[in-house]
């Protein structure tokens, strides 16, 4: 009785769902009059340049500046957003580290434990919030991307540990939700193999284990009593779950869309980006999953640029005391990472989706946790939102809050307009009104 017990606790647990095809069209379920409306999180590391990355005037008559200058044939599909701080990022009696506490506080809103080993502590990151509520009508969750290798340990800013330095999304307050670097591991993830009659023939196997589990399992408990009746009710309903795991893949199952499998990290930087875009947008494009984020590079980090003409390291820059060489060194990357950022919302523009296009339909927030790289400045960070969130939001402007306004009031006003509850996210205060 003991070993039969083992062995299909052993099955159950090996029992696991193959990948699939894209899953859902680009327009809502049958019967809906409205696309799914998706939403993203595009980090940038070490804060910007100020003198040249903010607009100038006010409302519909802003002056693009020289950093954002490419983003200026998407004005009418964004809002700069100026005013909003990122208070937990700040030392609070912490001392150094604001490079660890802006990435890991972005998100959540919280003040990182500060320690370098295992004892971590956040809080759960916006993105999860909707991922938990929302997810299960897709058939990711969420999708998490990144060009650094992810890290959940060591000490990398000050006594704080890589965890919060590398990951953006955190599932609970220990558990970081760690982003892919591979784009291949992305294309996977979103649509395993190629070969459909394999998924499906993995499928019907998988069944037919459920089928055999569950005719033995129902034989051993009309013998089992106390202890042993509820391991087996627990085990029905793992078992149902992973049924209803399977329900949920065939029901999203559709036509792969016709990409070019990637083949590993592209050695361009600027290649690893925008095919890290590219896979955001056919993720939202087959409505594989509505929620995403996507950290440009961690905050601190190093990296050079030399498609650019810029061969020093971008966080030594950062601390650039004034020197207007180093300035305008900055100010090239901050123009960099807004090209890259406008080719994503021009793609996403050019994506027809429902009755839209999926630019329409979704509500992507760019920004980064620290203002002026050299002051590690929380307060004015420099934000963008983009899309229309099913015309839900006012583009064409710049944006400004009343006072310093925590980051967490806009993503609260973000996750009502998609239907998830959360009466607070970390520190915010309440809605803010975009």
Not at 50 to 63: A, D, H, I, Q, V
Not at 218 to 227: D, I, M, N, P, V
Not at 356 to 364: F, N, Y
Request: glycine share 8%; proline share 4%.
């Amino acid at each position: 009785m003991h070993s039969r017990r083992t062995f299909l606790k052993s099955i159950a647990s090996t029992i696991a769902l193959p990948m699939l095809e894209p899953l859902r069209a680009a327009t809502a379920s049958a019967g809906a009059s409205a696309a799914p409306l998706r939403l993203a999180y595009v980090y940038m590391p070490n804060g910007v340049n100020t003198n040249l990355w903010f607009p100038e005037g006010s409302g519909k008559n802003y002056k693009f500046s020289q950093s954002l200058q490419p983003l200026e044939g998407m004005r009418e599909h964004l809002q700069v957003v100026r005013g909003l701080a990122l208070d937990t990022a700040r030392a609070n009696g912490d001392g150094a580290g604001d490079h660890a506490r802006a990435n890991a506080s972005f998100l959540t809103g919280c003040q990182a434990r500060k320690t370098a080993g295992a004892d971590i502590r956040i809080g759960v990151s916006a993105d999860q919030i909707a991922a938990k509520q929302i997810g299960h009508l897709t058939r990711l969750p969420s999708l998490e991307l990144s060009t650094d290798e992810p890290r959940r340990s060591g000490n990398c800013d000050s006594g704080y540990s890589c965890a919060y330095q590398f990951n953006l999304a955190w599932r609970s307050e220990t558990t970081p939700a760690p982003p892919i670097r591979d784009p291949r591991m992305v294309f996977e993830a979103l649509f395993g193999s190629k070969d459909t009659s394999g998924n499906a023939e993995r499928m019907a196997r998988k069944k037919s284990v459920l089928d055999f589990v569950m005719q033995d399992a129902k034989r051993l408990q009309s013998r089992a009593t106390g202890a042993d009746r509820n391991k087996m009710d627990e085990y029905f309903t793992s078992v149902r779950e992973i049924e209803q795991r399977i329900e949920r893949a065939e029901e999203h199952r559709r036509v792969q869309p016709e990409i070019d499998v990637p083949n590993g990290v592209p050695e361009s930087y600027r290649e690893h980006i925008r095919a890290m875009y590219d896979l955001m947008l056919v993720a939202f494009q087959t409505d594989s999953t509505r929620v995403a984020s996507f950290l440009l590079a961690h905050d601190g980090s190093n990296r050079t640029f030399p498609e650019i003409g810029v061969n020093e390291s971008h966080h030594n820059l950062s601390h650039h005391q004034r020197d207007e060489r180093r300035l305008s060194l900055i100010a090239k990357i901050d123009e960099y990472y807004a090209a890259e950022f406008a080719r994503f919302l021009q793609n996403l523009k050019n994506t027809k989706d429902g009755d839209g296009t999926l630019l329409d339909h979704s509500m992507i927030v760019y920004g980064a946790g620290i203002c002026d790289g050299d002051r590690h400045n929380h307060e004015d960070l420099p934000i963008i939102l983009a899309g229309h969130g099913n015309g839900t939001l006012q583009a064409g402007r710049l944006f400004e809050a009343n006072g310093e306004v925590p980051i967490t009031n806009l993503h609260l006003s973000l996750l009502d307009r998609m239907g998830v509850k959360a009466e607070r996210i970390g520190d915010s205060t309440g809605k803010l009104d975009i």
